[in-house]
């Protein structure tokens, strides 16, 4: 059963801290996405790439966000340093193709509480 | 610019209730449009979707019709159940990007 994988699950950490997130797309996709998801703001798209380029990181706070494609099979969200107000629910997605009808493939998400 | 406007939660309804959540888009050119649900604790799974005008995704009862004329996409089920309560997300992808609405939560009570 093919789905999107991401590490860890839940982190809690203290202000000014450096966290990673990690997601491993479904094999074969060539698309990824990380979005972030809180009440206030709802589902906010913060970076996409396509065959390990990064495409659109609009979305991203440049001073402490980085995101990454080491290799086809990991990417990675890093926060530096972390701040309270980045506390959220952090999805992953791949999809494969990339037009149009793309349909995204979603993680778990990583709860992220920064104190 | 581009938007998907989705009616506000939480909508609570009684078990076999006839459930209607409104969707409309924004949008440059000629997007699909697609809704997810979110179950407590997991992430987004994909309901259904529609590609072009006019097309009717379904799928676990669940049905929506993209209505270029009225750039809507609601989503409809005839008779709900208690475990379809979860949050709904309406959204477009268009040109490699998906954007959501903020999501509706349905409550379904036996």
């Known amino acids: 059963d093919a789905r999107v994988t991401q590490t860890p699950r839940h982190k809690v950490t203290e202000m000014g801290q450096e966290v990673t997130m990690r997601c491993q797309p479904i094999?074969?996709?060539?698309?990824v996405f990380w979005y972030r998801q809180t009440m206030m703001q709802g589902l906010e798209l913060l970076a996409y790439?396509?065959?390990?380029?990064?495409?659109?990181d609009s979305g991203m706070p440049k001073d402490r966000f980085s995101a990454e494609m080491p290799d086809a099979t990991l990417a990675t969200l890093k926060i530096q340093p972390s701040e309270p107000r980045d506390s959220a629910v952090y999805f992953c997605?791949?999809?494969?193709?990339?037009?149009?009808?793309?349909?995204?493939?979603f993680g778990q998400g990583t709860r992220l509480t920064v104190v | 610019g581009d938007s998907v406007t989705q009616m506000e939660g939480p909508v609570t309804l009684s078990e076999e209730a006839f459930l209607t959540i409104n969707c409309t888009y924004t949008?440059?050119?000629?997007?699909?449009l697609f809704w997810y649900v979110q179950y407590p604790g997991e992430g987004l799974q994909l309901l259904l979707k529609?590609?072009?005008?006019?097309d009717k995704g379904s799928n676990k009862g669940f049905e929506a019709t993209y209505r270029k004329e009225t750039t809507s996409f609601h989503l409809e089920k005839g008779s709900v159940q208690v475990s379809d309560s979860a949050v709904y997300f309406c959204?477009?992808?268009?040109?490699?990007?998906?954007?959501f609405g903020s999501g509706t939560k349905l409550n379904v009570k036996p």
């Open positions: 094999l074969g996709h060539n698309t």
């Open positions: 997605a791949s999809g494969l193709g990339g037009g149009p009808n793309t349909e995204a493939f």
């Open positions: 949008a440059t050119g000629y997007p699909s």
């Open positions: 790439f396509r065959n390990r380029a990064p495409l659109d």
């Open positions: 959204a477009r992808g268009n040109f490699n990007k998906f954007y």
């Open positions: 529609a590609t072009k005008a006019d």
